[in-house]
């Protein structure tokens, strides 16, 4: 069956340009997460949705980073005014069940969006 | 601060090498933990998780880790590696607080020559 896919795969943009990363989860899967992964280090948590809701964006790094599920399936990552320090691959998973306290879940990645700001 | 460590950032094998990658993290109480493979050009996926019960985990490919409370530690191990095990390979910790969030060591880059 198909992954989670993620468009742009590469995106590059000058600085203070607004950008916009798509993320398809799996079908039918409920719990949504946006990571950011720097140059050298690991993915860091951004946003987490269970269906439309967002219930966790305490990873967003700036006001100038918004994240949106409407329809509880699509999720758009809009960074506005972009800088450097935002050039970055932003991954998006999914897992099937709504988050909770196990945690016990595994989430499923998409290939990631690479962003190069000039 | 609470995170992940991973002290190797580079590795590299020969082919039928054992392998031993370390992670610790500094989260008390319960915790979740998982290893991540990133092979060239791919996603990133599953290799091992760790919940409860027996502290040594399988996973796919022939990995295994094993989880040592006392130490704070989940070390990722491989008998014999193989050339296709070139990849990064990340631990992840969930800290039990909530919403499944995922904290992830820096990652190793291991190569192994055939």
């Known amino acids: 069956g198909a992954g989670v896919s993620q468009s742009p795969r590469y995106k590059v943009a000058k600085r203070g340009q607004d950008v916009a990363l798509r993320c398809d989860p799996i079908?039918?899967?409920?719990?949504l997460f946006w990571y950011q992964q720097a140059l050298g280090q690991g993915p860091e948590f951004l946003t987490y949705?269970?269906?439309?809701?967002?219930?966790?964006k305490s990873g967003l790094p700036s006001d100038r980073f918004f994240a949106e599920r409407p329809e509880g399936s699509v999720s758009t990552l809009k960074i506005q005014r972009t800088q450097q320090e935002d050039s970055a691959v932003y991954l998006c998973?999914?897992?099937?069940?709504?988050?909770?306290?196990?945690?016990?879940?595994?989430?499923?990645f998409g290939p990631g969006t690479r962003l190069t700001v000039l | 601060a609470q995170s992940v460590s991973q002290h190797n950032h580079h590795v590299i094998l020969s082919e039928a090498a054992s392998l031993e990658l370390g992670c610790n993290y500094s989260?008390?109480?319960?915790?979740?933990l998982f290893w991540y493979v990133q092979y060239p050009g791919q996603h990133l996926q599953l290799l091992l998780k760790?919940?409860?019960?027996?502290?040594l985990v399988k996973g796919i490919k022939g990995f295994e880790a094993e989880f040592i409370k006392s130490k704070f530690s989940f070390n990722l191990r491989k008998p014999s590696v193989q050339w296709s095990d070139t990849a990064e390979y990340f631990c992840?910790?969930?800290?039990?607080?909530?919403?499944?969030?995922?904290?992830f060591g820096t990652g190793t880059r291991l190569l192994v020559s055939p």
């Open positions: 998973a999914s897992s099937p069940r709504p988050a909770g306290t196990s945690g016990k879940e595994e989430q499923f």
């Open positions: 079908s039918g899967h409920v719990s």
């Open positions: 949705f269970q269906n439309e809701a967002q219930l966790d």
């Open positions: 992840a910790v969930n800290p039990y607080t909530g919403f499944q969030k995922l904290v």
């Open positions: 989260y008390g109480g319960t915790v979740n």
């Open positions: 760790y919940f409860s019960g027996d502290p």
